[in-house]
């Protein structure tokens, strides 16, 4: 064998045991946590306490508008009107105009108040409130709780909306 043969066999030995050390210690680790989880399990079960189930909690408003105001604000400036209601929770009171459901089946009612017939703002109901949904009726006033979502093409978006 020359002299670089022999260099290369003496890196790839070293390599090798390396590998086989690395192994050797990982299965140790494994065999120790395989025997303290042994250990754990065969312990007395102890006796967690009965959590209780969560309250719903109404939302809560941080600021009241109407639908005339919010789509006054996003026909003026879209990007101001998002600082002002997208992502924030208000509650808004209105006569409903349209009563229907979305390509997702989520309930949506239409408050009057847009700047034209096609930008009424629209309010996804809560799937919690849907069956609520159902039992209202065009011109009725309501009054919901939502979070701001922006617009679609000057018409403002509401979602996560609950009846108050």
């Known amino acids: 064998m020359s002299a670089d043969n022999s260099k290369f066999y003496k890196k790839w ?20 946590s395989a025997n303290s989880a042994t250990a754990s399990s065969s312990a007395a079960p102890v006796a967690e306490a009965p959590v209780a189930a969560p309250v719903a909690e109404a939302p809560v408003a941080a600021f009241q508008t109407t639908p005339s105001e919010l789509a006054q604000a996003y026909n003026k400036n879209t990007v101001s009107a998002d600082s002002k209601f997208k992502g924030k929770t208000y509650e808004v009171t209105g006569v409903v105009s349209d009563i229907r459901t979305d390509i997702g089946d989520n309930a949506v009612i239409d408050m009057k108040g847009g700047v034209n017939e096609f930008t009424e703002p629209q309010f ?13 009726e065009k011109g009725q006033t309501i009054t919901l709780i939502c979070v701001g979502n922006g617009d679609i093409i000057k018409t403002p978006m509401s979602k996560d909306c609950e009846f108050k």
């Open 124 to 136: 996804k109901i809560a799937d919690k409130d849907k069956s609520k949904a159902g039992q209202v």
């Open 13 to 32: 030995w070293f390599w090798v045991i390396i590998v086989i050390v690395l192994a050797a210690v990982g299965r140790s680790n494994d065999e120790k």
